[in-house]
Structures are given as structure tokens and as C-alpha cells.
């Protein structure tokens, strides 16, 4: 089997790790590297079963966070967009050493709609799954077209969705219905109180899957963690917005 993939870029001298979302790779960066690369030393990891990985299995957040413990430098900032977020997460709760900074884009502790929690309901994350088996590219398109629900530059992101999908292998199915599991079963809000290092969460206001207000929320659960919300952006603020997302990134790093 291959080594496990990642790539490097960028000039600076803090290590800054990007985890991509569900179904994607770490192609989805592309358009942001140019503003941080003058500033950041960029790790781009593909996560198991997805790009350039593909070969790679994990059907429990720990086991896809393992494959990373390797890869990731002492003194890093982690940032995890949607399903990274929650790899993020971990990686900031169980290798603390590591970890200097953590950021979540668009992302929840607990994706599922709970009493008193807001989220997706655990139906349409089944039904995202049964779809897969009936008609595979089909449920990636209007997975791709929910996380670009008001956002103006709607068109253009599902296009870039589409152009990082072909760049490499298409996911396999139990790629794809693994981390669906992660995203159902997973649920750290607690463990989260754990992280000590500087944590900014990042929001888009527009966001269908992952509401706004559980902003408020976690700013009453960790206190000492900073949020951002992105006014008209949805589910991929760093493609609506890249030079406000990338500044938020820097600004908050170099604090």
C-alpha cells in the first residue's frame, strides 16, 4: 500500500494543518493558498478514504484522527472545515502537545439535532446515506447544492465541488458511508471542555447544516474560545469569501 498521502506548501514558519469536509480532498483548499502561503507553512492532508487516499479506511473518528497523529508537526494550528472540524476537534482534545491552535469552519461538536441542540436530523442524514446506494454521484451533487443554499456565489462553489471531485478517484461508497457514521454518532461537546489552547470557531450565517445559533451556545460552553459569523455566506465561507475567511485565519493566528 501506498505511503499515506499529504502535500506541503507555503513559506512561513507556522505549521497550519487544513482537513477538508465530507465527500471532498484537499484540492477544496486551492483557491485560499494563495493568501496563505506567505504566511504559513500549509499541511494538506487528504482524509482517509478520500483524494489520494482512498485506500485508507476508518470507520470511527479515532481511527481517521491516527492517521494523522504522524503526519502533523509539533506547535501546529489545526483547521477542519465541516466533517474536519470534528477530526480537528479530536486531534485537539488527545494530542494537546501537538495542537497550539484549533479552528473549526462551519462545523459542529455534534452534528445531530438533539433536545435543547440544534442540527441535522438524524432522518436526513439515513436518507443521505440509502440515496448513495441508488444513485451514488446524483446524492453527492445535491449534498454539494445543500451547502451552497444562499450563498451568491452558489454556482461557482459547486462547480469548484464538482472540479476537486474529479481531480482525483471518486470516494468509495464505504468511504462515504463511514464518515456519515462519524457524523451521526460523533458527539464532543463535552469532551471539548478538555482543549486549552486558543480555539476560533467560524460560522456561516447562511448555513443550512450547520445553524448559527449554536454559536451562542458554544460561546456560553467555551468561554474562552472566540466565534465568527460570516454574513451571506453558507456552508464553505473560505469560497464565498476567501479574503475575509483568510483574514480572519491570520489575524486570529498571529494575535
Partial sequence: MKPFYYHTCGH????LVLL??????????DTILSWLNPYFRVYLIDLPGFGYNQRYEATLLREMSQFLVPIIPEDSFVLGWSLGGLVASYLAITQPHKIKGLITVA????????????????????????????????????????????????????????????SCSIPRLS???????IL??????????????????????????????ISRLLDEMYPNSKSIIMQKAAHAPFLSHPTLFCQHIINFIKA
Avoid at 175 to 181: I, P, Q
Avoid at 200 to 208: N, S
Wanted: hydrophobic fraction near 40%.
Fill in 175 to 181: 468511504a462515504l458511508e463511514n464518515s456519515l457514521n
Fill in 184 to 213: 451521526c454518532n460523533t458527539d464532543l461537546r463535552n469532551a471539548l471542555l478538555q482543549v486549552s489552547c486558543p480555539f476560533l470557531r467560524i460560522y456561516g450565517a447562511l448555513d443550512g447544516l450547520v445553524p448559527r445559533s
Fill in 12 to 15: 512561513g514558519t507556522i505549521n
Fill in 107 to 166: 462545523s459542529s461538536p455534534c452534528f445531530i439535532k438533539k433536545v435543547h441542540w440544534p442540527g441535522i436530523k438524524m432522518q436526513t442524514l439515513i436518507e443521505i446515506k440509502k440515496q448513495l446506494n441508488k444513485n451514488f454521484y446524483r446524492t453527492l451533487e445535491r449534498f454539494f447544492i445543500l451547502q451552497t443554499i444562499g450563498s451568491q456565489t452558489a454556482i461557482k462553489d459547486i462547480h469548484t465541488f464538482n472540479k476537486v471531485i474529479l
Fill in 20 to 29: 477538508h469536509g465530507w465527500g471532498l480532498n484537499a484540492k477544496i483548499w
